[in-house]
């Protein structure tokens, strides 16, 4: 047997493995069907072999990151969850996997992202904190401007304004598909009988971030705590798969301690790098500056020549400045 | 549309009884009309046929621009407009007219994802066929979709509306699909539909529902339109019971209409 694949991810906090919702469902996939893959933790997607999280790279040296790719990769190599699954059973999972992507991913993507007291007190702030120096500046926002993009076209529509019709809408679909799955899983453990399958994965996906982050406007949080068997549903996965994960411990404690505050003020050494990233960028500017001077001081002084108010000195002045210029 | 007309609408809709003049708008259907907008429309009539409520339609090169949301077909009903199927479905409920009442929670649960899986996968996979398949979009979209404009608008309307389709694909992890893998995945739909319908008569026993008649007119058009290749029909033709499935609903609800 070969190595084990490695698979790159969102680190994890607020108690879960990872924080981001397409990570989840590989991780717990992969959990569910025992897969053996070496996991990479990381906080920045540049270091992801696709750019994007999470990436899964094969045996083949192939790169998938979408979600359903790696599971139908991992099902190819027999790691398959849905076994047990009649042929009727995985069409409902397929259905139930659309309603979630139509419903509920984009409430998710604006409860995240565009909602700005959540975007600026907990997103924003944890990829600030977990990302290497130079790019917590902008690859939040960045990510941000994806993320908000991809929402306004799944919505169809330019109406990502401030009037809280969008945010209505999203939110009254989500708790929708939200009771829907409550319904459908009434009072059993999986969705499918007693082992959990592809569905299991993608629900606790969706659901966990929801359950677990502390957004400052939770009100999917509240709608999701008032339906008790999908809320038990999560914290079961996470005790029976995730059992004392490693980065739960630590970023937990690297996290609650920390009193409320601005965006970035519990950076380590954060004068001395603001301090560094000054100097960088002020020897930058003048480095600029002297280089397309020069050329500009070059011009400015042909230009007097071309236009001589005396006509006498002109030759020794052209040779002295030719001398200068390639000096 | 939104909750608060939503809402609005469904307490001035309760006390108004369906008018006899209901119009449904969407575009010319000889010339114009493309794939997916033809099944959406075609989803609706049906699920009107189905609740026994008349609609005339009338086909505008606009209609894209008529309807509040800027999608195909919208509804005009007395004083007021209501574009896609499921806010539609949500108007006649509050007329009294549903045809999911009959089930229970589970039933319709099944039935909202079924009905997303349609959205999702078919749906999506028409727009890319149309769109982003360049044989398609050169030889049959852009010159429908442009047919009642004329130059250079109509080359402006038409990749304006390629771009955005685009767009859509990249964000939703469909723009590095290859044609043979949508194709797979509708098949993949397919395949779920077939299974879950069984040998029933409808997909939730013995009364036709809003998913009836959403698959309905999506696998119809799919079957009755030609495009450069007929590879999406070919695939449905291997599920014998979606075809009967097909008939069926065309003898009950569109009897000498489209034959």
């Known amino acids: 047997m070969a190595a084990p694949e490695e698979l790159f991810c969102w680190e994890g906090d607020w108690g879960l493995p990872s924080i981001s919702t397409e990570c989840l469902v590989v991780l717990a996939y992969a959990k569910f ?24 790279r094969t045996n083949q040296k192939t790169v998938l990151s979408r979600p359903s790719e790696i599971i139908i990769h991992l099902r190819k190599q027999k790691y398959n969850a849905d076994f047990d699954l009649s042929a009727k059973e995985g069409a409902d999972s397929l259905a139930f996997i659309s309603l979630m992507e139509e419903k509920l991913a984009p409430a998710l993507i604006y409860t995240f992202w565009g909602e700005s007291a959540n975007y600026v007190e907990v997103t924003r702030r944890w990829h600030a904190e977990h990302m290497p120096f130079p790019l917590r500046f902008f690859l939040p ?13 799944l919505r169809g529509d330019d109406v990502l304004d401030v009037s809280g019709e969008l945010e209505k809408e999203l939110y009254h679909d989500a708790f929708e598909c939200m009771n829907l799955l409550s319904q459908r ?30 957004l400052p406007n939770g009100k999917l949080q509240q709608h999701l705590r008032n339906l008790d068997n999908l809320s038990n549903f999560c914290s079961n996965i996470l005790l029976l798969y995730f059992p004392r994960d490693p980065n739960r411990e630590g970023g937990t404690s690297t996290v609650t301690p920390q ?20 100097i960088v960028a002020m020897g930058a500017m003048l480095s600029y500056a002297l280089v397309t001077g020069m050329v500009s001081l070059e011009h400015f002084h042909t230009k007097v020549q071309e236009e001589p108010q005396d006509s006498q000195p002109i030759t ?3 040779h002295y400045q030719e001398e200068e210029g390639e000096g | 549309m939104s909750l608060a007309t939503e809402a609005f609408m469904s307490q001035i809709a309760a006390a108004e009884p369906w008018p006899e003049n209901a119009t449904l708008y969407q575009p010319l259907r000889e010339d114009q009309i493309l794939l997916s907008d033809c099944a959406s429309s075609l989803a609706v009539q049906a ?14 090169a606009n209609a894209e621009y008529m309807s509040p949301s800027g999608k195909i077909p919208f509804i005009h009903v007395g004083n007021q407009v209501v574009s896609e199927l499921g806010p539609i479905v949500q108007f006649t409920k509050a007329k009294g007219h549903s045809l999911s009442a009959g089930l229970d929670d589970v039933q319709r649960a099944e039935m909202k994802a079924y009905m997303e899986l349609v959205n999702n996968m078919l749906l999506t996979a028409e727009l890319y066929v149309q769109w982003c398949d360049d044989a398609t979009a050169t030889e049959i979209s852009r010159p429908r979709y442009s047919s009642p404009y004329s130059w250079p608008l109509n080359n402006i309307l038409a990749f304006q509306k390629q771009w955005e389709v685009r767009r859509k694909m990249n964000a939703i992890g469909w723009g590095g ?9 509708v098949s993949q739909c397919f395949q779920a539909l077939s299974q879950r319908l069984g040998t029933q008569t409808y997909f939730f026993a013995k009364q036709p529902t809003e998913l009836d008649a959403l698959v309905f ?4 058009t799919i079957l009755t339109t030609r495009l450069t290749n007929n590879e999406l029909a070919e695939r449905i033709k291997s599920y014998s019971n979606l075809l009967s499935f097909c008939r069926r609903i065309e003898q009950t609800y569109f009897e000498g209409k489209h034959s």
């Open chain 2, 47 to 60: 699920f009107l046929r189905m609740c026994g409520l008349p609609v005339q339609v009338v086909c505008r």
């Open chain 2, 177 to 185: 699909k290859t044609l043979e893998k949508v194709y797979e995945d």
């Open chain 1, 185 to 214: 899983l009434g009072s059993h453990k999986f969705f499918f009988g007693d082992s959990p399958s592809s569905l299991d994965a993608y629900v606790f996906g969706h659901l966990a971030p929801i359950l677990k982050s502390k």
């Open chain 1, 259 to 278: 009193p409320e505050g601005g965006d970035l003020d519990h950076v380590p050494n954060k004068r001395m790098k603001q301090f560094l990233s000054v």
């Open chain 1, 141 to 153: 926002s960045w990510i941000q401007s994806q993320q908000l993009e991809k929402l306004r076209l």
């Open chain 1, 33 to 56: 069907a025992g897969a053996p893959l070496s996991l990479r933790k990381i906080s920045n997607p540049w270091r992801s072999p696709s750019g994007l999280l999470p990436a899964l």
């Open chain 2, 217 to 220: 007119g999506h696998l119809f």
């Open chain 1, 316 to 318: 020794a002045q052209h």
